[in-house]
């Protein structure tokens, strides 16, 4: 089976790219050994290995959810949310709201919008439906109201006995909100365990339970990741991991890069892209350090992004995930009057016009002063996607210490907590 790869020869020259190769394999050793800052939060780097014994459970959880309900309301912000929202997005139909089997996953707890909540409601009126909420600690406020008012709705539509059994709570293992009144009320629990952020979370239950109910395979996802933790274990020539953390760091502290751009060409990995930005995001935006992480949906941004990109000022880089092979396959076909001027691509796969695409767009950027990254993904399915994922977390906590600050905190996030406690006259603020 191929593996994801890495090319960063359009970004930087391997020559100068030596002091830095030997910087990362020192983060690398920091991280694996757990010597440096943030280190109790680590229990990800062997993840894929110890949720093994639970993956069986969750399948359980799962079924029975996707067996008794319409809608599955998966309740989370951040990483509580995202990495299973990145994954069902890439890897369900891209009309799955029209063309859907089993229950239909939405989320809540991840804005404080009350017109998308009354409509979520108003959407779940006269509907069999059940809760995943995640949250450590059940006081978050954004899940928090979510899962009040879709808890009361869930207990008046179908009783409490039905709630009791259709409500699943990922939280802490002994203490906290949500941990209180799930024992309380009897309700199924997965533990967010002590040594795992959120936003490194994706693989253990927190993504996988909505991802089981998605009908995805969470085996292959975490077969996938597996090989990302191998893949990472490898010298410099076959770790992209190692290779990604040397080169963005490279570019941002050498050429004074400061935008990292993460694009793709295919439209199913848009959210892909919003779990990498918070988890570089969050893990690298300190003391007035870091890349800031943005996005495009290449080719849609091209026609909005495109012009900035190849004449703005130079302060990006661009990583490009590009998938190999597609799983369908659509012709264009011959038309006799031509009035479109398309029957020169007639015959042609689509793919291959986008790959077309997106090779002409590498190539101009890199001629208008873009670095341009490269992973090569070789199908978007479970496997990979796992690997990818394990992939970026690594690479993310290499990448942090090279910058010298503790990729697995994020202090700067109570700040807007704070006033907003204030305002609202919360007790104690």
């Known amino acids: ?13 391997s020559c100068q790219l030596e002091s830095y190769r030997a910087l990362a394999s020192a983060a690398a050793t920091t991280l694996k050994h757990g010597t440096g800052a943030g280190n109790d939060f680590l229990g990800w780097l062997n993840l894929p290995l110890n949720i093994r014994t639970q993956l069986s459970d969750i399948q359980a959880s799962a079924a029975l959810l996707h067996r008794e309900c319409e809608v599955i309301v998966c309740i989370g912000i951040g990483g509580s949310y995202l990495g299973a929202k990145a994954v069902n997005e890439a890897l369900l139909s891209s009309f799955e709201a029209l063309d859907h089997q089993g229950p239909k996953i939405v989320y809540a707890g991840q804005n404080i919008g009350e017109d998308y909540i009354w409509e979520l409601q108003n959407l779940l009126r006269n509907k069999k439906f059940g809760i995943i909420c995640i949250s450590k600690s059940g006081t978050t406020t954004e899940p928090a109201l979510a899962f009040r008012i879709l808890k009361a709705q869930l207990e008046q539509q179908q009783g409490k006995a039905s709630a009791q059994r259709l409500i699943v709570c990922i939280t802490d293992a002994k203490r906290g909100a949500l941990r209180t009144l799930a024992n309380q009320e009897g309700y199924k629990t997965y533990v967010i365990e002590d040594n795992i952020g959120g936003r490194y979370s994706v693989l253990s239950p927190v993504g996988l339970l909505p991802i089981a109910c998605a009908g995805l395979d969470i085996q292959a996802l975490i077969d996938g990741a597996v090989r990302g933790m191998e893949l990472c274990e490898n010298e410099w020539e076959d770790n992209p991991a190692l290779q990604y953390a040397a080169a963005r760091n490279f570019l941002y502290q050498e050429q004074e890069k400061k935008i990292e751009l993460l694009v793709n060409f295919h439209p199913k990995l848009h959210f892909i892209a919003e779990w990498w930005k918070q988890l570089y995001g969050e893990s690298e935006g300190k003391e007035h350090k870091g890349i800031f992480p943005a996005s495009a949906d290449l080719t849609t941004d091209l026609h909005s992004l495109g012009q900035y990109i190849q004449e703005g000022e130079r302060i990006l880089i661009e990583t490009v995930l590009s998938v190999q092979s597609m799983h369908h396959e659509v012709i264009i ?97």
């Open 333 to 429: 076909p011959y038309d006799e009057q031509d009035m479109d001027g398309l029957n020169y691509l007639s015959g042609k796969h689509i793919d291959e016009v986008n790959k077309m695409a997106e090779l002409g767009t590498q190539m101009a950027h890199v001629d208008g002063g873009v670095p341009t990254m490269r992973f090569s993904i070789p199908q978007l399915n479970e496997y990979y996607l796992g690997c990818l994922l394990y992939l970026f977390e690594y690479a993310c906590g290499i990448s942090g210490y090279m910058l010298h600050v503790n990729p697995f905190n994020q202090p700067g996030v109570e700040a807007y907590k704070k006033n907003m406690f204030t305002l609202l006259k919360k007790p104690g603020y």
């Open 1 to 13: 089976m191929k593996d994801i790869e890495f090319d960063y020869s359009q970004a930087v020259d």
